[in-house]
C-alpha cells in the first residue's frame, strides 16, 4: 500500500514538473514572438513617437538592420532597446548585431555589400536600396569637461529619427526636387555669414533631396520636376512676372517655403520695402505685415526684446513633437504676419507659431534702440509663420515665416534645437512625406543621488544592521518552533 502511494507521489510531482517546464517553455515563446516593452523613465526617453509607431505598422516590406558597433560602445545598449522596441511594433523588421572583434568575417561582408565608409554604424537595408547611418549621425556628444577628464559623454540619442529616415529611404526611393530661388539678394550657401542655409541643404541631401538654385527673373514657368521651391530672406522685390509665376505653379499642386524678412530701404529716413510676393500671399489667406516683432516675455537677452522665442505652437504636425517636447525656434528681428481669409475658398490658412501676448510689432524705425510700443504698432499676439492648404483636388501647400534668420548659423546650429527641427519639418510636410517629420533627440537623463554624513549611516544601520539581525531572529525563532 505504501509502494503504491509512494509511486502515486512521485508520479503526480513527475506531472507537475513536466507542466512548470512547458508552462515556462511556452511562455518564453511566446514572450520571444509577441514581447512587449515598457518605459518608466519619467522623461519617456526610451517611448516611441506616434509617427515611428505609424510607419512600422504599416511597413510592407522587409526591411533588414545591421548594427556595425562593438558590444562596449556607449551607445550600444540605447540602440539595441531602440531597435527592440521596432521589432515589437512590425514583424517585418529584422536586426543582426555584428561585433567587429567576435564576427569580423560577416562585418567586412556588410561594409562591402553596402559601401560603408566608417567603423561604426547602422545600416538598413530592403532588397536593392540601402542606407547607412554613421554613429556622429545618432549620437550628440558634450565636450565640455573633455580638456578635465579627457572623455566626450553621451549628450543626447538621436537615434529614432535618424533611424526612421533611413528606413523610409530605403521603402520610398522617391528623390524631391527643391529650388532656392536667387537674384533678389537671398540667402546663398556660399556667401560669407550664410553657413546656415548651407547645413540646411546639406541635411536635406542627407535625406535623398536634390537641391539646386532657380533663377526666376525672365523665366516663363517653374520647372515642371520642382517639388519645392523655397525663398529664403529676399532683400530686394520679385517682379510682378516672378509673382505670377510662383502663384501659377503653387495653383496647379505645387509647394512654397517662404522666408520673409521685414525688408527695410534706407534713405533720408528709414522705411519698410516690399517683397513683391504681398499680394499673392494674402490671395491665399497670409497677409505681410510691415514691422519689427518686439517679445519681452520671450526675449533672449535683456534690452534686446527684438530676439526672442517662438514658443506658443498650433496643433499641426509640422510643431506637434515641438510643442510635445517644449523646443523653442529662435527669431531674429522678425516681421508679424496675419492669418485672413483667401479669396479662394479652397485654400485654407492657419497660424504654425506666434508670439506671447505681449508682443507688439514695431513701425517706427526712426529710434530702434529705444523702442516703446504706442498705438500705431500691430498688438497683441502675433503670427510668425503660417501653413496654408488647399481643400481641393490639387495639393498645393505653402509655409510662410517672417524672418530667414530661423535658418541662419547661429539659430540652425543652436543647441535649443528646434530651428533644425522646425525647418525640416516643414520641407517633411510641403512635399507629403509627412512620415519624415523631423523627431526631437532624447535627452540622456542622469540623475545622481547625493546622500548626507547622516543618511549615510542611516542606510548602512538599516541595510547592513538591522535587516540581517530581523532575519537572524525570524530564523532563531523558526527553529525553535520546529524543535517542539
Same mark, same amino acid.
Given at each position: 500500500m505504501?509502494?503504491?502511494?509512494?509511486?502515486?507521489?512521485?508520479?503526480?510531482?513527475s506531472i507537475f514538473i513536466i507542466l512548470c517546464i512547458s508552462l515556462f517553455v511556452i511562455v518564453n515563446y511566446l514572450s520571444i514572438r509577441h514581447f512587449k516593452t515598457f518605459d518608466m523613465t519619467f522623461s519617456g526617453e526610451f517611448s516611441l513617437s506616434e509617427q515611428t509607431k505609424k510607419f512600422l505598422k504599416n511597413l510592407k516590406e522587409e526591411i533588414e538592420i545591421y548594427v556595425l558597433l562593438p558590444v562596449g560602445d556607449e551607445s550600444y545598449e540605447r540602440v539595441e532597446r531602440l531597435l527592440n522596441s521596432f521589432k515589437s511594433e512590425s514583424p517585418k523588421i529584422k536586426v543582426e548585431f555584428l561585433d567587429p572583434e567576435k564576427d569580423?568575417?560577416?562585418?567586412?561582408?556588410?561594409?562591402?555589400?553596402?559601401?560603408?565608409?566608417?567603423?561604426?554604424?547602422?545600416?538598413?537595408?530592403?532588397?536593392?536600396?540601402?542606407?547607412?547611418?554613421?554613429?556622429?549621425?545618432?549620437?550628440?556628444?558634450?565636450?565640455?569637461?573633455?580638456?578635465?577628464?579627457?572623455?566626450?559623454?553621451?549628450?543626447?540619442?538621436?537615434?529614432?529619427?535618424?533611424?526612421?529616415?533611413?528606413?523610409?529611404?530605403?521603402?520610398?526611393?522617391?528623390?524631391?526636387?527643391?529650388?532656392?530661388?536667387?537674384?533678389?539678394?537671398?540667402?546663398?550657401?556660399?556667401?560669407?555669414?550664410?553657413?546656415?542655409?548651407?547645413?540646411?541643404?546639406?541635411?536635406?541631401?542627407?535625406?535623398?533631396?536634390?537641391?539646386?538654385?532657380?533663377?526666376?527673373?525672365?523665366?516663363? +514657368? !517653374?520647372? @515642371?520636376?520642382?517639388?519645392?521651391?523655397?525663398? $529664403?530672406?529676399?532683400?530686394?522685390?520679385?517682379?510682378?512676372? #516672378? =509673382? +505670377? !509665376?510662383? @502663384?501659377?505653379?503653387?495653383?496647379?499642386?505645387? $509647394?512654397?517655403?517662404?522666408?520673409?524678412?521685414?525688408?527695410? #530701404? =534706407?534713405?533720408?529716413e528709414m522705411k519698410f520695402g516690399k517683397t513683391g510676393l504681398e499680394e499673392m500671399c494674402e490671395r491665399f489667406g497670409v497677409e505681410l505685415l510691415d514691422g519689427l516683432i518686439v517679445d519681452p516675455e520671450a526675449s533672449l537677452l535683456a534690452g534686446r526684446a527684438q530676439t526672442f522665442f517662438g514658443v506658443n505652437y498650433s496643433h499641426h504636425s509640422i510643431t506637434s513633437d515641438l510643442e510635445k517636447n517644449k523646443y523653442p525656434i529662435l527669431f531674429i528681428l522678425a516681421r508679424p504676419l496675419k492669418?485672413?481669409?483667401?479669396?479662394?475658398?479652397?485654400?485654407?490658412?492657419?497660424?504654425l507659431i506666434s508670439t506671447s501676448s505681449a508682443a507688439w510689432g514695431e513701425t517706427?524705425?526712426?529710434?530702434?534702440?529705444?523702442?516703446?510700443?504706442?498705438?500705431?504698432?500691430?498688438?497683441?499676439?502675433?503670427?510668425?509663420?503660417?501653413?496654408?492648404?488647399?481643400?481641393?483636388?490639387?495639393?498645393?501647400?505653402?509655409?510662410?515665416?517672417?524672418?530667414?534668420?530661423?535658418?541662419s548659423e547661429g539659430a540652425f546650429l543652436s543647441q535649443l534645437g528646434g530651428n533644425s527641427i522646425f525647418a525640416l519639418n516643414c520641407v517633411h510636410y510641403l512635399v507629403e512625406?509627412?512620415?519624415?517629420?523631423?523627431?526631437?533627440?532624447?535627452?540622456?537623463?542622469?540623475?545622481?543621488?547625493?546622500?548626507?554624513?547622516?543618511?549615510?549611516?542611516?542606510?548602512?544601520?538599516?541595510?547592513?544592521?538591522?535587516?540581517?539581525?530581523?532575519?537572524?531572529?525570524?530564523?532563531v525563532f523558526v527553529y525553535f518552533v520546529r524543535r517542539r
Amino acid at each position: 500500500m505504501n509502494r503504491k502511494k509512494e509511486i502515486l507521489k512521485g508520479t503526480n510531482w513527475s506531472i507537475f514538473i513536466i507542466l512548470c517546464i512547458s508552462l515556462f517553455v511556452i511562455v518564453n515563446y511566446l514572450s520571444i514572438r509577441h514581447f512587449k516593452t515598457f518605459d518608466m523613465t519619467f522623461s519617456g526617453e526610451f517611448s516611441l513617437s506616434e509617427q515611428t509607431k505609424k510607419f512600422l505598422k504599416n511597413l510592407k516590406e522587409e526591411i533588414e538592420i545591421y548594427v556595425l558597433l562593438p558590444v562596449g560602445d556607449e551607445s550600444y545598449e540605447r540602440v539595441e532597446r531602440l531597435l527592440n522596441s521596432f521589432k515589437s511594433e512590425s514583424p517585418k523588421i529584422k536586426v543582426e548585431f555584428l561585433d567587429p572583434e567576435k564576427d569580423r568575417e560577416k562585418y567586412e561582408m556588410v561594409l562591402k555589400k553596402y559601401s560603408v565608409t566608417t567603423p561604426n554604424a547602422v545600416v538598413f537595408a530592403n532588397k536593392e536600396r540601402s542606407k547607412w547611418v554613421e554613429k556622429d549621425q545618432f549620437v550628440e556628444y558634450d565636450f565640455s569637461n573633455y580638456q578635465f577628464d579627457g572623455m566626450a559623454k553621451v549628450k543626447s540619442f538621436k537615434g529614432e529619427g535618424s533611424f526612421l529616415n533611413a528606413m523610409y529611404e530605403v521603402v520610398d526611393p522617391r528623390k524631391p526636387k527643391i529650388y532656392f530661388t536667387i537674384g533678389h539678394g537671398e540667402r546663398r550657401d556660399f556667401e560669407e555669414n550664410n553657413k546656415g542655409i548651407y547645413l540646411f541643404k546639406e541635411r536635406l541631401s542627407k535625406e535623398g533631396a536634390v537641391t539646386e538654385e532657380l533663377q526666376t527673373i525672365g523665366l516663363a +514657368e !517653374i520647372p @515642371e520636376d520642382a517639388s519645392l521651391v523655397i525663398v $529664403a530672406g529676399p532683400q530686394m522685390p520679385f517682379t510682378k512676372q #516672378e =509673382e +505670377e !509665376i510662383l @502663384e501659377r505653379y503653387f495653383e496647379r499642386g505645387g $509647394a512654397l517655403f517662404l522666408f520673409l524678412d521685414p525688408v527695410i #530701404e =534706407e534713405g533720408k529716413e528709414m522705411k519698410f520695402g516690399k517683397t513683391g510676393l504681398e499680394e499673392m500671399c494674402e490671395r491665399f489667406g497670409v497677409e505681410l505685415l510691415d514691422g519689427l516683432i518686439v517679445d519681452p516675455e520671450a526675449s533672449l537677452l535683456a534690452g534686446r526684446a527684438q530676439t526672442f522665442f517662438g514658443v506658443n505652437y498650433s496643433h499641426h504636425s509640422i510643431t506637434s513633437d515641438l510643442e510635445k517636447n517644449k523646443y523653442p525656434i529662435l527669431f531674429i528681428l522678425a516681421r508679424p504676419l496675419k492669418v485672413v481669409d483667401a479669396v479662394n475658398k479652397d485654400y485654407k490658412s492657419e497660424t504654425l507659431i506666434s508670439t506671447s501676448s505681449a508682443a507688439w510689432g514695431e513701425t517706427n524705425l526712426s529710434n530702434l534702440k529705444d523702442v516703446k510700443k504706442d498705438e500705431k504698432d500691430h498688438q497683441g499676439v502675433l503670427t510668425l509663420s503660417a501653413v496654408v492648404s488647399s481643400k481641393g483636388k490639387n495639393k498645393s501647400r505653402m509655409v510662410v515665416v517672417g524672418d530667414s534668420d530661423v535658418i541662419s548659423e547661429g539659430a540652425f546650429l543652436s543647441q535649443l534645437g528646434g530651428n533644425s527641427i522646425f525647418a525640416l519639418n516643414c520641407v517633411h510636410y510641403l512635399v507629403e512625406q509627412e512620415e519624415r517629420i523631423s523627431i526631437p533627440p532624447k535627452e540622456v537623463s542622469r540623475q545622481s543621488i547625493v546622500l548626507t554624513s547622516t543618511q549615510l549611516i542611516t542606510n548602512f544601520v538599516i541595510l547592513v544592521v538591522l535587516f540581517p539581525f530581523i532575519i537572524a531572529v525570524f530564523g532563531v525563532f523558526v527553529y525553535f518552533v520546529r524543535r517542539r
